[in-house]
């Protein structure tokens, strides 16, 4: 006997089954409208400034007087909102997370624990816009270290904005002037660099892949490749970490000294053509930028590829 009832509750049923559907794909829909709406703040607080995105915290710039450097920390992505990256430890007690730095240049150390053996100091960081589509710091930091003049002061801007609501941005451009003759010696520390937060880490699970493709430490070290992308698989979902450099760079694309424990380094004091030194003049200016992407998805989710296109024409 066929139930005069069903008929209405197969009809409701599916009624309310389109209804769910319609508002989940209006809900996904809205993601990204939303990020490019969420006001993006920055506020000082003592020696660092810390950058909300909507209502989650992303990152806070650090240049407190007993660091050896400023830097980023956390970074945190929009999946988990925990930090894509990590820091120092006892083993690699000079990885701070997101930075700038460098050893050997003119005898001193502006990389490794130890503040006597060089610092980079901020001298000028203000937040110059607090808040809107972007915010944007600059600072102003002066290489120094004990009795010894200082070889190299820097002017950097960084702007941070969210392209999407699974994708937050930090723009890192920085202007180094050469104060006197520099010498840098070969090093493997030297420059822009990120210690990946161990949930996304080779060892871990993880996937660290350059721009051509190429996966893993043994495959990207010394490689010339635009971007290296990090991601892995945490409990809310994928995530990842892409450092790019800017065709408009010195050196680029700059060789990669990675790890699978979790490095990344465009670094071109590695592979020097002399291999043995980077010698700047007093008064040349050195000119670089970075774009890191901290994103929802894998690389291929994520658009990596077309993302660095849109890098490359700005």
Same mark, same amino acid.
């Given at each position: ?17 389109? &209804? @769910? ?39 806070? @710039? ?81 290489? &120094? ?19 999407? !609501?699974?994708? @937050? ?7 180094? #002037? ?7 010696? &070969? ?26 493709? &190429? ?6 070290? !010394? ?66 930028? @970075? ?17 660095? #296109?849109?890098?490359?024409? #700005?």
């Amino acid at each position: 006997m066929i139930n005069p009832v069903s008929p209405f509750i197969t009809k409701r049923f599916i009624f309310t089954r389109m &209804k @769910y559907l319609l508002i989940t794909i209006l809900s996904l829909g809205c993601c990204c409208s939303y990020a490019q709406q969420a006001t993006i703040a920055a506020t000082r607080t003592g020696n660092r400034i810390d950058v909300t995105i909507g209502n989650h915290f992303f990152t806070s @710039y650090h240049f407190a007087d007993n660091e050896k450097y400023p830097f980023f920390y956390p970074v945190n992505g929009p999946v988990s909102g925990g930090s894509v990256t990590s820091m120092r430890n006892g083993e690699y007690p000079h990885h701070s997370s997101l930075f700038f730095a460098c050893d050997r240049v003119n005898g001193g150390n502006y990389w490794q624990e130890g503040l006597e053996r060089g610092r980079i100091i901020s001298i000028g960081a203000r937040i110059i816009e607090e808040k809107g589509e972007r915010v944007v710091i600059e600072d102003e930091c002066i290489w &120094k270290r004990p009795d010894a003049a200082s070889p190299i002061i820097d002017k950097r801007k960084i702007t941070i904005s969210a392209p999407s !609501g699974n994708c @937050y941005q930090i723009d890192f451009d920085i202007e180094m #002037e050469m104060l006197m003759d520099v010498t840098i010696l &070969k090093t493997n520390h030297s420059l822009f660099s990120a210690r990946i937060d161990p949930d996304l880490t080779v060892k871990q699970g993880g996937v660290m892949i350059n721009s051509e493709g &190429k996966e893993g430490e043994k495959a990207t070290f !010394g490689v010339a490749s635009p971007w290296i992308d990090c991601y892995g698989t945490r409990k809310t979902g994928v995530e990842g970490i892409v450092i790019m450099q800017h065709p408009s760079n010195r050196w680029y694309p700059s060789p990669w000294f990675t790890r699978d424990y979790g490095f990344i380094s465009p670094t071109p004091m590695y592979w020097p053509e002399n291999d043995k030194e980077t010698q700047l003049k007093k008064g040349e200016v050195v000119r670089l930028r @970075y774009r890191v992407l901290v994103h929802a998805g894998d690389t291929k989710q994520a658009g990596i590829a077309s993302e660095f #296109e849109k890098y490359k024409s #700005e």
